[in-house]
């Protein structure tokens, strides 16, 4: 079966057939769904292995599978779940079920990219356009571009550059939706790159120099954070193998995780440097 051959398959005619467990929609888009379609792979905007989908809710998300790395995919989880909690306005996501059957129906290359079991969520946002730094950004106020800022310092995020900036533009709305977090806790993080180069920068200066704004963040985050040990133990209990074989464990270091995200508490957090 090829991938033009995949594509043109209506959901009725294979995926509930491949799939009959796949009969209720989540009732809530933080719990697990299951997909029901995969209708093509994503390019635009993504750091690779991105496949847009049909949720068993008749919803269409951004899937990030086996190809994105189970790592990234518990990065990911963890993340959505604290840029909700601190208030972000991040795009729905959930738990996504991709069913044994339905990837034996896929090609090759779809297989090695999404594999089969937990994967992760985002869903599509309609209307909505890939934010141009140079003509949109002044259009998004400047306490959302606080937030944005202060928070990809928090988790540690360089992937939201002026380049490439992972937000979303609905130009009817003028309102702005996150997305793609599964590059944050980077090793290799420098204070100094991620000013140089992040999309809103320029709120630095407006945050390092209020004590009552730097007491306000303060609050959101310890508030943000009282259920990360639960997020963290359900990207244990999905996520406990690299690879579908399951011949290499993969365990989340979520101590060290926690550790990064409660230097929030230190002055250096806060000095910006």
Request: aromatic share 12%.
């Amino acid at each position: 079966m090829n991938r033009e051959h995949l594509k043109s398959l209506e959901i009725d005619q294979w995926t509930t057939a491949l799939c009959p467990q796949n009969n209720k929609g989540a009732e809530d888009l933080t719990q697990r769904i299951h997909i029901d379609e995969i209708v093509e792979e994503s390019i635009q905007g993504y750091s690779g292995g991105v496949f847009r989908c049909i949720g068993d809710n008749g919803e269409s998300y951004f899937l990030k599978g086996l190809g994105v790395g189970r790592p990234d995919l518990a990065k990911e989880w963890i993340c959505a779940n604290l840029a909700k909690a601190f208030g972000l306005p991040i795009a729905d996501f959930a738990l996504a079920e991709v069913c044994i059957t339905l990837y034996e129906a896929f090609p090759g290359d779809w297989q090695r990219k999404i594999g089969h079991g937990t994967c992760f969520a985002s869903r599509e946002v309609k209307q909505t356009q890939w934010l141009e730094p140079a003509t949109m950004a002044v259009s998004v106020p400047e306490q959302l571009q606080n937030d944005v800022l202060i928070f990809d310092r928090w988790i540690r995020n360089e992937d939201r550059t002026k380049g490439n900036p992972n937000l979303l533009w609905v130009p009817h709305l003028d309102e702005l939706v996150v997305i793609d977090h599964n590059l944050a806790f980077d090793p290799d993080f420098t204070t100094e790159s991620f000013f140089q180069h992040h999309i809103f920068a320029s709120a630095r200066k407006r945050i390092c120099t209020d004590l009552a704004t730097i007491a306000e963040y303060k609050e959101r985050m310890e508030a943000a954070l009282s259920d990360f040990h639960v997020w963290a133990e359900t990207a244990k209990n999905e996520w406990p193998w690299r690879d579908l074989e399951e011949t290499r464990e993969f365990e989340l270091d979520s101590d060290s995780l926690f550790a990064i995200l409660n230097q929030y508490t230190t002055d250096q957090f806060w000095s910006m440097t």
